[in-house]
């Protein structure tokens, strides 16, 4: 089975792991902080905050921000569910605006027609690892003075216009999460140029403290431990080849996927950096076989693949009724969800797996 995933921990790491367990120094310490350092330069960022994972990264940066019940919080519907968990947690209200069905992030056009000066915060998505249109959506942000967070998740290391996404809003947040493309199992890093936020994400993450048991807000725990951190140190400095391995594994999906009829290839658009976190193609209605089908058909084939995200989020019964959530109809983010397959493109790929992965698209696409 070509796996969708693949996790490995490299010597190095479990060397350091090691000595974090021999230390005897377990909670957040010097390993945390370098961590903190070496991803720096990575984000564009000259403060780098690591929590325990990316859904409370995203707490933290919106509390930082000031968002609480009677705020609004914009984002897209077409996102992991912790995005709008973590604005519902804050009692903050969710509106969503609609995605485009290129980037798969917020549409700027959607953006303008649903902010409005109730909207404390927009939080851009950057799906599968490329940055949504920042110029478009911080435009139509500042128009009404909301301040802009980047869930960066799913995107490490890419680029906007020559700057490293997670440089881009206020503050931005990244997912440490087992398979994203820099992990520690479980964690998440807090980003920002501002000092003052930065600072009140660092007292957010220790309980409100600024010295020992000195209380300047009502924060929590979300500390990272040193063994996570020392899982991720070593990967920083080889993130950028592994992105640049998805890539070239990226790049021989789209070669042996062209002309393909009702496949839709993912495009890296001019001026960004796509760092390939999934490699997320459309079937359309010309395909020869339906999503779910053809998903069946790959599996029976040893291709295995996911759909991220079935639905929208407002979707669900759960957030349909939910007093917090607008329910508005997203009509790309409604077709997107049931046209998205993401297919295996993970750093350690060999380029005959990848022409396996083609090949069964082909035998069963191929009109
Ligand atoms: C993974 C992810 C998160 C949450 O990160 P966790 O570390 O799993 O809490 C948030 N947003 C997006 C888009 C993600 O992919």
């Known amino acids: 089975m070509i796996r969708l995933t693949d996790v490995r921990i490299d010597a190095d790491s479990e060397e350091l792991l090691l000595g974090a367990v021999r230390s005897g120094r377990l909670s957040q310490g010097p390993l945390v902080e370098r961590l903190e350092r070496e991803f720096a330069p990575l984000c564009g ?22 968002v609480g019940a009677g705020d609004e919080v914009l984002t897209s519907p077409f996102t992991f569910v912790a995005t709008v968990n973590a604005a519902i947690q804050l009692g903050a209200s969710v509106r969503f605006a609609d995605i485009r069905d290129d980037d798969f992030g917020l549409d700027p056009g959607s953006v303008r027609a649903r902010i409005s000066a109730k909207t404390q915060v927009v939080i851009a998505v ?18 009404v003075g909301a301040a802009l967070v980047e869930d960066a998740a799913q995107a490490h290391g890419a680029c906007y216009g020559g700057r490293r996404a997670g440089s881009f809003g206020a503050l931005a947040t990244f997912s440490l999460y087992a398979t994203k493309n820099l992990m520690a199992g479980e964690g ?21 403290m600024a010295s020992p048991y000195e209380y300047e807000i009502v924060g929590s725990n979300y500390r990272l431990t040193e063994l996570q951190a020392a899982i991720a140190v070593p990967q920083v400095g080889r993130l950028e080849a592994a992105n640049e391995r998805r890539r070239a594994n990226a790049d021989r999906l789209t070669a042996g996927l062209v002309g393909l009829p009702g496949v839709v290839s993912p495009r890296e658009l001019p001026g960004r950096r796509h760092v390939w976190h999934q490699y997320t193609v459309r079937i359309t ?78 035998d069963l696409l191929d009109a």
């Open 45 to 66: 960022c000259e403060h780098v905050i690591a929590v325990s994972n990316g859904t409370v990264a995203l707490v933290a940066a919106l509390q930082a921000l000031g």
């Open 126 to 143: 950057h799906l599968y690892g490329q940055p949504c249109d920042l110029a478009g959506v911080q435009s139509a942000a500042q128009q």
């Open 188 to 208: 998440g890093l807090i980003t920002t140029n501002d000092g003052e936020l930065a600072r009140k994400a660092r007292l957010i993450r220790n309980q409100g």
């Open 285 to 362: 209605e010309d395909a020869r076989l339906d999503r779910d089908v053809l998903r069946m058909k790959l599996a029976e084939r040893g291709v295995e693949t996911g759909v991220f995200y079935p639905r929208a989020i407002y979707d669900y019964p759960l957030y349909r009724d939910h007093p917090l959530v607008a329910v508005e109809p997203m009509p790309t983010a409604e077709r997107v969800a049931r046209e998205v397959v993401s297919l295996p493109v993970h750093p350690y790929l060999e380029a005959a797996d990848v022409d396996r992965i083609t090949s069964a698209m082909r």
